[in-house]
């Protein structure tokens, strides 16, 4: 990394959260179409991840916080408890070839919470196998026994009922192995469309790697989306949705809950643990302030009218 990237990231973090990315070369920026590494700009999600949740992985009270969010999920409580930025599953763990991602994940000897942060997304990630692919679509949106083309999917061994109706099943992965542990589906029953061809694909990888990786450990799970809390951001509107409450009782509360939590509320929640008039208060205060300040940075940009180029302009400036 040159000293100008390293630059460009410090400011866009919060600094309180530095030591969280050490070391800096190493560590898993997110990066561009381009690949070049995109953590810097002012609606980077990755950073505002950073900024709260790489602030409580370095705070001295990173237990009480973590102690009291597991108590308003109904987790159970007791640390130490460890946070990793930009987890990734082993990919072993689903047999998936591109492993689960989560944006944090806290570890207690108890608890195993993922993390799943968004900023001006506009909503979770889609499933790819509805997308063209060398001149063939994998899979038609609907889970059921005729999606699949032999052709382009030699069958595995030992095939199990959800490989008949999921591409990705196909290939070995093991979500729907999980999906009906975690959800209130069955593999065996055809589902048009499939509920996760959208957006809830997304949020439906976090709930079964969270619950694998929970039964693994002998642990109890949960997951969280973050957000930021703006009326103008798409995911404040998506989880107030009816759409979002639809998808949320489809899952197995009781086997991985699934919860929102906005980085402000997160943010309360730990002014109110530490001591009044600490220095660690006012770390979260100045934290408070600084996401606030992306939050209305974002929209104001967002509502910036775009600079009209005249003809006449192009042709100057073409010819300079």
């Known amino acids: 990394m040159n000293q100008i990237t ?3 990231l410090e400011r866009n973090i919060f600094p309180a959260a530095h030591q969280a990315c050490e070391p800096w ?6 990066a561009g179409r381009g690949g070049a590494i995109d953590t810097h700009v002012a609606h980077s999600s990755q950073a505002l991840a950073i900024d709260v949740f790489g602030t409580i992985k370095t705070s001295p009270d990173r237990d009480t916080i973590l102690d009291a969010l597991a108590q308003t999920i109904g987790l159970p409580t007791g640390g130490p408890w460890a946070i990793t930025l930009e ?3 082993r990919p072993t763990l689903l047999n ?6 989560v944006d944090a994940l806290a570890e207690s000897p108890h608890s195993v919470i993922f993390f799943e942060c968004k900023f001006t997304e506009q909503d979770g990630g889609a499933c790819s196998q509805t997308e063209k692919r060398n001149g063939a679509i994998p899979c038609n949106g609907n889970y059921t026994e005729s999606i699949l083309s032999p052709p382009s999917f030699p069958p595995v061994v030992n095939r199990n009922p959800s490989s008949l109706r999921c591409a990705l099943s196909e290939k070995g992965i093991q979500y729907w192995d999980l999906i009906p542990k975690v959800f209130h589906l069955d593999a065996q029953t055809d589902y048009q469309p499939c509920p996760f061809a ?3 694909y997304q949020w439906m990888r976090n709930l079964v790697a969270a619950y694998k990786v929970a039964r693994q450990k002998n642990k109890q799970p949960a997951v969280v989306i973050v957000y930021a809390d703006s009326p103008a951001l798409s995911m404040a509107q998506k989880v107030r949705s009816q759409a979002w409450r639809e998808f949320t009782e489809t899952v197995r509360q009781d086997q991985v809950p699934l919860q929102v939590r906005s980085y402000q509320e997160i943010l309360t929640l730990a002014q109110e643990t530490t001591r009044h008039g600490s220095e660690e208060q006012a770390v979260w205060m100045e934290l408070a302030e600084w996401v606030n300040k992306k939050i209305s940075g974002v929209n104001k940009a967002r509502r910036k009218p775009k600079r009209k180029i005249s003809s006449h302009s192009n042709t100057r400036s073409t010819h300079k």
Do not use: S, V, Y
């Open 87 to 89: 987890w990734t599953a």
């Open 198 to 200: 959208g957006p809830a």
């Open 96 to 101: 998936e070839p591109r492993p689960t991602q």
């Open 6 to 8: 390293r630059t460009r």
């Open 25 to 30: 070369d190493t560590f898993p920026w997110h």
